[in-house]
Structure formats: C-alpha cells, structure tokens
C-alpha cells in the first residue's frame, strides 16, 4: 500500500517530541514529518519555512495550535498541495487584545527567566491530573529549553500578527479534521467547535481527560483520529475519544 505523506506543525515551544506517538502510531500508514517552525516570526514566513519542508507532491497537513494557524495559512498560500487537513487544540479566531497583552508580559518574563515563563504556561497546558506526571510535563519543559527564548519570541510575534481565519474557512475544500480537548483552557470547546462548523464537511472530535497538549496527554486517542483520518474511514458526528494514558511506543 503506497503511504500518504503527512507534514505535522507544532505549536508554542513545540518540536518533533510533541508527536513523537504520532510519528510511531502512523508508520504503517504515512511517511511523517515533522516541521522547524522555530526561524520566523509572521505566520506567512512560516507558512512558506513549512511549505519549504514538505513533500514535493501532495500531502496531508495537520497542525497543533499555533500549528494549526500555520496550517490555515498554508491553505491561503498554497491549497491546491494539501490532500487532507488536520487542526488540533487551535482556531481560527486573530489574537484578543486580552491574549496579546499577556503574550507581551510572558515575552517580557522570558528574557529575564525563560524557566519561569516555561513553568507560567506549563500550568495551563496540561490538566491537573497530568501536572503530577514527570513523562509530560519533562518533554515539555525539554520541548521549551531546546526551542529557546528566541524563537520563543518569535514565535509569539506571529502569533500576534495573526490575521482573523474565519472568514476563509467555507474555501476549504480538503477533508478535515479537528481535534479538541475536553480540559483545555487555552482552547475551549467552544473555540474548536466554531472552527469546525465553518468548514465544510469537518469533522470534530472530542478527547476526555485532556488538555492543551492532548498529544502528550492522550496520545493513543489522538493517533488513533489521525488515524482514520488519514485512513478515510468515515465517521459520524463528534467523537469522545480518549482515558488513560498509557505510555508511548519505543
């Protein structure tokens, strides 16, 4: 069987380790990659950092937050090489005036302790029950250390500039998924449930017992929708995935 292509988008202080059962879970299915998002700092620039790291041909697409902003640009930029999308714990909402303030004081923290601004955002990402779990919360904070405060604030720049998605959202053509997390209180239900809605034909699932890094924190549950996304089995309505987390394969 041939195997789709697949480019994955970490979000925020994110690289390869965020997927890492993902990129496991897949093989059998997908020649996986994973992208550098770390070197610019507007979304259009990593749009095309991305673009330049993909696939030659067609392949499918699928992003975790500020990844998934990343992912909608590059339907803006180039749509017609994207075979399947995928959007997790994201939206498509610009930033509030709200979020760009807090970004500015994280930003600000981060120079004069980057330790302290990794420790300040680890308290949201994830549920209570998984902040006493040293797997999750180690690969973040190493996920954090080895992006650095530099890119780190790069990143947040583009996350600001970012433009308003919604009203391109009824162009998208591809099949879609979307991913959200029951606990996450970076981007509530409500958020992806929006995002959902304006795409056509998407299809939204729910994960239990996660946060914002539902990745890490419900990994099986999250390769199992990438999964049959890419697999094209179909399904109906949202989905409540996910339980116990059980450790990634080695």
């Known amino acids: ?21 993902q990129v496991a879970g897949l093989a059998e ?17 990593l749009a095309r950092d991305a673009l330049a790291q993909a696939p030659s041909r067609e392949f499918a697409l699928a992003g975790h937050s500020m990844g998934g902003y990343v992912a909608l640009e590059i339907l803006r930029q180039a749509p017609e090489r994207i075979r399947a999308l995928a959007l997790l714990n994201t939206n498509a909402r610009p930033d ?8 500015k004081r994280l930003m600000a923290l981060a120079e004069r302790d980057f330790e302290a601004a990794v420790a300040t955002l680890l308290e949201r990402q994830v549920i209570p029950a998984h902040l006493a779990d040293p797997a999750i919360t180690a690969t973040i904070t190493q996920m954090a250390q080895s992006v650095g405060h530099e890119a780190f604030a790069r990143q947040q720049k ?3 500039g970012r433009i308003d998605s ?11 998924l979307v991913v959200a997390a029951r606990g996450d209180l970076i981007m509530p239900l409500d958020v992806l449930q929006e995002l959902a809605d304006g795409i056509p034909g998407a299809k939204l699932e729910i994960v239990e017992e996660s946060g914002h890094m539902a990745t ?24 409540v995935v996910g339980g116990p987390r059980r450790p990634a394969p080695t």
């Open 29 to 45: 299915i997908a020649d996986v990659r994973v992208a550098d998002l770390t070197r610019s700092e507007s979304m259009g620039d």
């Open 96 to 103: 509030s005036a709200e979020s760009t303030e807090n970004r």
């Open 158 to 160: 583009a996350i600001i």
């Open 216 to 239: 890490l924190e419900q990994p099986e549950a999250v390769t199992q929708a990438l999964h049959m996304w890419l697999s094209g089995e179909p399904r109906q309505g949202p989905d």
């Open 1 to 21: 069987m041939k195997k789709t292509s697949v480019l994955l988008l970490p979000g925020l202080l994110e690289d390869a380790d965020a997927f890492a059962h």
């Open 166 to 176: 919604r009203p391109y959202l009824a162009k998208i053509r591809c099949p879609t």
